[in-house]
């Protein structure tokens, strides 16, 4: 019996191929290309429009090849919960998103936002958890006034 070619169904992605090696060789230059455009700052929405794939796909193949991003410094979690502790215990009302930007201004370190959280959980458990509370008091009396 001959097999005829479905053309049902999404079409194949051009960053697939048959064979392991051939495959692993489109992977390899796929993952140089992207260290390229991240260390030129573009946003995962602007690699996948630059390759002409779709930014899910990205994603899904980041999350398969265990992709590092050269954007962000490689830091010991060790490290990373000194200076969050440091920070903490100087600015104990300050969220994620400073403590990052103070990273990266005094300490010139990327570090993800994921990556930070966790730090923040591992060094002061109680302190986000009445950051939070305190929050949501501030914002229940700014809606109730």
Known sequence: MQSVASNRGRPRSHFAADDHAEQEAIDIALAERIDELRM????????????????QWLYRWRVAKAYEDPFFDDIT????????????????????????????AEQNLRV??????????????????NRCVESLLFTQALVYC
Not at 78 to 90: A, C, Q, T
């Open 77 to 104: 979690d060790e490290d990373l919960d000194e200076l969050v502790g440091e920070y903490i215990g100087n600015n104990p009302y300050r969220g994620e998103r400073d403590l990052g930007a103070r990273l990266f």
């Open 40 to 55: 030129l700052k573009f946003s995962w929405k602007l690699v996948a429009a630059e390759l002409g794939i779709n930014r």
């Open 112 to 129: 993800t936002r994921s990556r930070l959280r966790a730090a923040v959980q591992r060094v002061d458990p109680l302190g986000r958890q």
